[in-house]
C-alpha cells in the first residue's frame, strides 16, 4: 500500500525572480526576454539572485552559475520547509545535464584552428582545473551536499526534460514505498550559455526571431531555472498525488502520454492544467514555456511546484503533463494536503 | 530480511577483452589491459596510457565520441548478459545504467567550420544526427529502443560510483514491485583527450609513462594516481519469483546496497572516513548481514594516494583487526569510472561463483601502514558473500552485496 507523499517545501529561482512569491502569479506575469545576447534565439535570464548570501564564498568559488543556481534553490526548498535539521538523512535527487565550458578558452580554440598536438596544447595550458569540477553533471548534487549538509543518498540523472520528471517520480515512489523519508528532488537549468544553446539548437529546435508565445514559434525558447521540492511522509502544502514517466519511440509519444494520463486519478472539476513540454500542444493547460521558456532538467519539477502552489491557494487539483523536446512524457498530480 | 535479487545475466567488456569469460580469465592469470593511448596523439601530455578499447571505427584522428563508444561498449555487455539470461528484446523491465556526461567534443566541432559560438549554434540546426549523439539522455535512449526496455530509462551519474548506483536502482524498482526485471549496467568512454587532460590538471592520474602496464598499483607506497579506462558491464537482474517462474539458471544474488553522500568536500572524504564506512555499513545491514559475513571486497581501490588510504581505514574500521582479503581489479582495468561499479560487481559474482579471488596485480611494494591482504596472486577462497565499493568524485558513496549461488 502506497503511503501518501507531501510537498513539505518548495525552492524556485527563474528569469521570474527569486522564491516562492515571486512565482505565484507566474501565469499572469509578464515574460523576461532577452533578444540580443544569443540572437536570433531569444532566452529568459535568470533574475539577479542573492548567491553571495546564501553560498558561503569559499564553496562558491568552486561553482559557476549553474551549480549556485541550483545549490541555491535546493536551500530554499529546505528553509522553506523549516527541514534544517533533517538534511542528515536526506535524500536527494537531481536532475542535470552539464555544466559551465570556458567559453573564451573555446573562442580561442575555434579561431585557431589548431591541429591535433597544438589543440591539446592549448587546452593543458589554458584550462582551468578546478572548472572541471563545475563542469561534472553530479557535481550540483555534490554542491548541494556540501553547503546544505545534505547527508543521506544522492543520485543525478541525466537525460534533459524527462529526467527531471524521473528525479521527481524516484524521489515519490521511494516515500511511497516507505524507504525514504524525505526526499530532495529537482534540476536546475542556466539557459544563457553558449554552450547550452549549442547542445539544444542542434537539429533546428530553437526560435529565431523576435520572442512570441508558444503558438507562434518556430522552436523552443530556452530560459534560465532552479526548482527543488522536498517531499516527505508529512502533509506539506500539498499532496504530491502521482508521478507517471514513459518513454520509447517518437512515434508511440500521444499514446503513451494519453496512457500515462489515463493512469492518473481522474481530472476534477477546476483543475488547474500546466503544460510543462518545450513545444505546442493541442492539448490544455497553461503554457509553463511562455513564462519561462522552456527550462530542460528543471521544468518538470517547476510545474509540478507551481502545480503545488495553485493547489495551495484553492485549486482542487494540478494535473501537470510533458512530452520532452526528444523523448519522454510525464503525468503529475497535486491536490490539496 | 531484505528480498532477494537473482542474477541470471552477466556481460563485460574492458580493454582485457570482450565477453564475462574472457574477463574473468585474464583477471585470475593477473593480465594488465593498461597500454599507451593510440587512438589520439598524446604527445606533450603528461599521461600517455590508457585501458583503452578501441573499435574498428576509430580513424586515425577522428576517433569515436564518448557517446558513441559508451553505447558501443553498453550495448555490448548489455546484449551478452541478456543472451545468458534467456530474456530478448522487447526486456520485460526498465534500463538503469550508468553513464558518463556527455557533450559535442573537438573533432565535431572544429568540423563545423565555425570560427566563434555563433557560427557553430547556427551550423547545427541542420544536423539532428549531432542531437541525438550528444543530448545527455541519447546514449540510454539508444540502447534502450535497441533492447526495448520499458519505461524513462534512469540515466545516473554519480561520478565513479553510477555503475553501483544503477544497481542499486534496479533493486529498488525490483523491489517496490514496479518490474520484475531490470537491465542494470554502466558503460564508460569518457577518454578523449580533454577529458584526460582535465584529470591531469586535477593531478589525479598516474604519470608512469615508461611502465603502463605496471601504472595501476593500488595499496602500494608508490601508487600515483589512477588510470583512465574504457568499459563496460551489465547484470540482468530479476525477482526470484521471476527468475525462477521462468525456469531461468541463477547466477548469483545481488543481497543488498547502501550509499551515503559525502557533505566534506568535492574531491576528498571525510577524514574520519564516515561517510563510506556508512555507505558498507547499510549494504551489509540492507543484505540482512553482519560485517562478519563478508568473505571478500572488490575494493573502489583506484590507486590514487588519498583513496587508498581512507578505504583501507574505512575496512578496518568496519572488519575489526582481520579484514577479510580485499582486491582491487582496477589494478587491470583501470578506472572505468561510471561503469566502474557494474562491472566489479560482475567480478565479484565470477569470483564466488569459481570461489576464486581476483589478485591485486603489480603490489610489490604494499604499503605496510593499509594493513590488509589486497591477494597479490589469484587464489582459491571459500566465501558466501562479497562487497563490492564504489566511491564517487563529488562524494557519492556506494557498496553493493553480492550473494553466491547455491548449488543445485
Known amino acids: ?337 | 530480511m531484505s528480498q532477494r535479487i537473482a542474477v541470471t545475466g552477466i556481460g563485460l567488456v574492458t580493454a582485457l577483452g570482450w565477453g564475462a569469460e574472457a574477463n574473468w580469465a585474464a583477471m585470475r592469470a593477473g593480465r594488465s589491459g593498461v597500454r599507451p593511448i593510440t587512438r589520439f596523439d598524446t604527445e606533450g601530455l603528461k599521461t600517455r596510457f590508457a585501458a583503452c578499447v578501441d573499435l574498428p571505427e576509430d580513424r586515425p584522428g577522428a576517433p569515436l565520441s564518448v557517446a558513441a563508444r559508451s553505447r558501443r561498449l553498453g550495448e555490448a555487455a548489455i546484449a551478452e548478459a541478456l543472451a545468458q539470461s534467456g530474456l530478448a528484446a522487447p526486456f520485460p523491465g526498465p534500463l538503469c545504467i550508468g553513464l558518463p556526461p556527455v557533450e559535442i567534443e573537438w573533432p565535431q566541432r572544429l568540423a563545423l567550420g565555425a570560427a566563434d559560438y555563433p557560427g557553430m549554434i547556427a551550423a547545427v540546426a541542420s544536423r539532428p544526427d549531432l542531437a541525438g549523439e550528444f543530448h545527455f539522455g541519447a546514449t540510454a535512449a539508444h540502447i534502450a529502443e535497441r533492447f526495448g526496455t520499458r519505461g524513462v530509462p534512469q540515466v545516473v551519474t554519480t561520478a565513479c560510483a553510477s555503475g553501483s548506483s544503477a544497481i542499486q536502482m534496479a533493486v529498488e524498482a525490483i523491489r517496490r514491485g514496479e518490474c520484475g526485471a531490470v537491465i542494470a549496467a554502466g558503460a564508460e568512454a569518457s577518454l578523449q583527450p580533454e577529458t584526460l587532460i582535465r584529470f591531469s590538471l586535477l593531478q589525479a592520474l598516474s604519470t608512469r609513462n615508461d611502465a603502463p602496464e605496471a601504472a595501476s598499483r593500488p595499496f602500494t607506497l608508490s601508487r600515483d594516481g589512477f588510470v583512465m579506462a574504457d568499459g563496460a558491464g551489465a547484470l540482468i537482474l530479476e525477482s526470484e519469483d521471476h527468475a525462477r517462474g521462468r525456469g531461468a539458471a541463477i547466477l548469483g544474488w545481488v543481497l543488498g546496497a547502501g550509499e551515503a553522500a559525502d557533505t566534506f568536500h568535492r574531491t576528498r572524504s571525510t577524514p574520519d572516513g564516515s561517510a563510506i564506512i556508512r555507505a558498507m555499513e547499510r549494504a551489509v545491514a540492507d543484505a540482512g548481514l553482519a560485517p562478519g559475513d563478508i568473505g571478500y571486497v572488490n575494493a573502489h581501490g583506484t590507486s590514487t594516494p588519498e583513496n587508498d588510504r581512507m578505504e583501507a581505514m574505512a575496512c578496518r574500521a568496519l572488519f575489526g583487526e582481520a579484514p577479510p582479503p580485499v582486491s582491487s581489479t582496477k589494478s587491470m582495468i583501470g578506472h572505468t569510472l561510471s561503469a566502474a561499479g557494474a562491472i566489479e560487481a560482475a567480478v565479484c559474482l565470477l569470483a564466488l561463483r569459481d570461489q576464486v579471488l581476483p589478485p591485486t596485480i603489480n603490489g610489490d611494494d604494499p604499503d605496510p601502514e593499509l594493513g590488509l591482504d589486497t591477494v597479490p596472486a589469484s587464489r582459491p577462497h571459500r566465501f558466501r558473500v562479497a562487497l563490492s565499493n564504489s566511491f564517487g568524485f563529488g562524494g557519492q558513496n556506494v557498496s553493493v552485496v553480492l550473494g553466491r549461488a547455491e548449488p543445485d
Open chain 1, 1 to 337: 500500500m502506497r503511503r501518501p507523499v507531501g510537498i513539505l517545501g518548495i525552492g524556485l529561482a527563474s528569469s521570474l525572480g527569486d522564491g516562492v512569491e515571486a512565482h505565484r502569479p507566474w501565469a499572469h506575469s509578464a515574460p523576461v526576454v532577452d533578444e540580443a545576447r544569443f540572437a536570433p534565439h531569444p532566452i529568459h535570464p535568470l533574475a539577479k539572485l542573492p548567491f553571495a548570501e546564501t553560498i558561503p564564498r569559499r564553496e562558491s568559488r568552486q561553482m559557476e552559475d549553474w551549480q549556485r543556481l541550483g545549490t541555491h534553490a535546493a536551500g530554499q526548498a529546505i528553509s522553506h520547509a523549516g527541514a534544517a535539521d533533517r538534511v542528515a538523512d536526506m535524500d536527494l535527487v537531481v536532475a542535470a545535464g552539464g555544466g559551465e565550458r570556458d567559453a573564451a578558452l573555446d573562442a580561442q580554440i575555434l579561431a585557431a584552428r589548431p591541429g591535433e598536438a597544438a589543440l591539446h596544447g592549448m587546452l593543458q595550458a589554458g584550462l582551468r582545473p578546478t572548472l572541471f569540477l563545475a563542469q561534472l553533471s553530479n557535481l550540483l548534487a555534490g554542491s548541494i551536499s556540501i553547503v546544505h549538509k545534505v547527508g543521506g543518498s544522492s543520485r543525478t540523472l541525466m537525460g534533459e526534460e524527462i529526467a527531471g520528471a524521473e528525479a521527481l517520480r524516484m524521489a515519490w515512489a521511494r516515500i511511497g514505498a516507505g524507504t525514504s523519508a524525505l526526499g530532495l528532488a529537482g534540476g536546475a537549468f542556466l539557459a544563457e550559455r553558449p554552450e547550452i544553446v549549442l547542445l539544444h539548437a542542434m537539429g533546428g529546435r530553437l526560435h529565431a526571431g523576435p520572442w512570441a508565445p508558444m503558438a507562434g514559434r518556430g522552436g523552443t525558447v530556452l530560459g534560465s531555472a532552479a526548482a527543488f521540492l522536498l517531499l516527505g511522509e508529512d502533509a506539506g502544502i500539498a499532496r504530491l498525488s502521482h508521478v507517471g514517466t514513459d518513454q520509447g519511440g517518437p512515434a508511440g509519444a500521444e499514446a503513451r502520454l494519453d496512457a500515462l494520463l489515463a493512469a492518473a486519478p481522474p481530472a476534477l472539476p477546476g483543475a488547474v492544467e500546466i503544460w510543462a513540454g518545450p513545444f505546442d500542444t493541442p492539448r490544455p493547460g497553461l503554457r509553463l514555456a511562455d513564462a519561462f521558456g522552456h527550462t530542460a532538467e528543471s521544468a518538470f519539477p517547476l510545474a509540478v511546484a507551481l502545480g503545488a502552489l495553485a493547489v495551495q491557494d484553492g485549486a482542487p487539483q494540478a494535473r501537470i503533463a510533458m512530452t520532452g523536446a526528444w523523448r519522454g512524457e510525464a503525468v503529475a498530480v497535486v491536490e490539496p494536503a
